[in-house]
């Protein structure tokens, strides 16, 4: 069983920051990627940020040059550091994780349960 337990959401005036954690536990035997997307009412889901387990990154459009992924390997732990943040990112911001459970079997996607962010301008 794989869990991924999210933190760090919340209320902030446009301009400010927030860093989003997500930490995997379980049963794990290797993490490949690891990301963030999000999800607006009316939208579809939207990739914000993917981490490789090399680190290389892959950002979407709108956060480009304003988000910052990164992980640590030795705590199964992936963080989405947020600057300028304007109200279009309130969104529900989800982790995502592809997870091998033992050396045998292939990769599965795992999410978290979702974190709200809100931006008032």
């Known amino acids: 069983h794989v869990q991924l337990v999210e933190s760090g959401g919340g209320l902030v005036q446009a301009g400010g920051s927030l860093r989003l954690s997500c930490a995997a536990s379980?049963?794990?035997?290797?993490?490949?990627?690891m990301g963030w997307y999000r999800r607006t009412p009316g939208k579809q889901r939207e990739l914000v940020a993917v981490?490789?387990?090399?680190?290389?990154?892959i950002y979407g459009d709108p956060v480009k040059g304003r988000f910052t992924v990164s992980r640590d390997n030795a705590v199964n732990t992936v963080y989405l550091q947020m600057n300028s943040l304007t109200p279009e990112d309130t969104a529900v911001y989800y982790c995502?994780?592809?997870?091998?459970?033992?050396?045998?079997?292939?990769?599965?996607?795992?999410w978290g349960q979702g974190t709200q962010v809100t931006v008032s301008s």
């Open positions: 981490i490789t387990r090399g680190g290389s990154t």
């Open positions: 995502n994780a592809d997870i091998l459970q033992n050396f045998f079997g292939g990769p599965s996607a795992y």
């Open positions: 379980g049963t794990i035997f290797r993490i490949n990627d």
